[in-house]
């Protein structure tokens, strides 16, 4: 049993920064790739950034320049760092994680979501 847990979320003005953080913890043998996904009202969820245990990350054209990720594989935690925020920025994001278990069985696991609020 894997637990994932976000924070960081709230409000800010366009133009402003927030950094979201995500922990994940329980039965945890090797991580392959810690991610961020969020989703507006009315709107798909969709894949903001992604990083692997080796370092490799992924970034969606709509954040790329603004949104940095990051990670730590001994805590096993994963940073977004949001700058430049926009007002569509506005969503509930998820963090994402890829785990392998002690048996070898391949994981996926979510956190509850974390609001943010971008106002104009």
């Known amino acids: 049993q894997v637990h994932v847990v976000e924070s960081g979320g709230g409000l800010v003005q366009a133009g402003g920064s927030l950094r979201l953080s995500c922990t994940a913890s329980?039965?945890?043998?090797?991580?392959?790739?810690m991610g961020w996904h969020r989703q507006a009202p009315g709107k798909q969820r969709e894949l903001v950034a992604s990083i692997t245990r080796s370092g490799t990350t992924y970034t969606a054209d709509s954040v790329k320049g603004r949104f940095a990720i990051s990670r730590d594989n001994a805590e096993n935690t994963v940073g977004l760092q949001m700058n430049s925020l926009k007002p569509e920025d506005t969503a509930v994001y998820y963090c994402n994680i890829v785990t392998i278990t002690s048996t070898g069985v391949t994981n996926n696991d979510w956190g509850q979501g974390t609001q943010v609020t971008v106002s104009s």
């Open positions: 329980g039965a945890i043998f090797r991580l392959n790739s």
